[in-house]
């Protein structure tokens, strides 16, 4: 059984930085696709970074110089180091895993992945 654990969210002002932190219990997820997906209210749900088995990173467009991901296989952790944060980046942020160890091609489906965390909350005011 994998349990995902998010921390890390909390209010900050644009320009500011955060790091999300996801702690796994179960299964090393050095075998898994990991990622990160955010949900703005009233808004579907999309990913913003994901790392694959050979710790080969993505991130969104919408993020790209500000976010960065990075895994721990040692802490058995994924992390989501967030720079220069915007209004716009306001959301709840889900750590998610996926069954195989590749991603597949970008942008990413949320019924790829099998395991979620309850999110943690991100909001950034201008």
């Known amino acids: 059984q994998m349990q995902l654990v998010e921390s890390g969210g909390g209010s900050v002002q644009a320009g500011g930085s955060l790091r999300l932190s996801c702690v796994v219990s179960g299964p090393a997820i050095r075998n898994y696709c990991m990622a990160w997906f955010r949900q703005a209210p009233g808004k579907g749900r999309e990913a913003v970074a994901d790392i694959n088995m050979d710790s080969i990173a993505r991130v969104a467009d919408s993020v790209k110089g500000r976010f960065t991901v990075s895994k721990d296989n040692n802490r058995n952790a994924l992390d989501l180091r967030m720079n220069s944060l915007l209004p716009e980046d306001t959301a709840m942020y889900y750590c998610?895993?996926?069954?195989?160890?590749?991603?597949?091609?970008?942008?990413?489906?949320?019924?790829?992945?099998?395991?979620w965390g309850q999110g943690t909350q991100v909001t950034v005011s201008s």
């Open positions: 998610a895993a996926k069954s195989f160890p590749y991603c597949g091609p970008w942008p990413l489906s949320e019924t790829d992945f099998d395991h």
